[in-house]
């Protein structure tokens, strides 16, 4: 299950955003022009202030694996996008690059030398 307010990663690869592209789950801009109109289930793409090109968006869309597919407008009206540029974010993606959880502060600590490799959970932040 997607979380509702997933948090990018603290330390990454590098690879988050590409990873985020090739997932499949974001909407991405198929030419270059201006945001003319933008709501919770459309984006509308002015191309060479003729063309209209519009991007429909997946909301609260059942998977195959049971889970929810939602996309969120990621840009906002007016603003110029070029070919291949993210305009949503999908279910597993934030700010366009992959979040696929919460971060938290973790401990390995040992006890006595009796355990090995145990993770405590120290807090939520």
Known sequence: VPL?????????????????????????????????????KKITLLVNNKK???????????????????QKPRVTQKTSVKKGQILADGAATLQGELALGKNILVAYMPWEGYNFEDAILISER
């Open 52 to 70: 209209k090109i519009d991007t429909n968006l997946i909301i609260y869309q059942r998977s195959n694996n049971g889970t929810c597919i939602h």
């Open 4 to 40: 509702l307010e997933p948090e990018k990663c603290i330390v990454g690869t590098g690879l988050e955003s590409q990873a985020a592209l090739d997932s499949g789950s974001v909407a991405i801009a198929r030419q270059g022009g201006k945001i003319s109109y933008i709501d919770g």
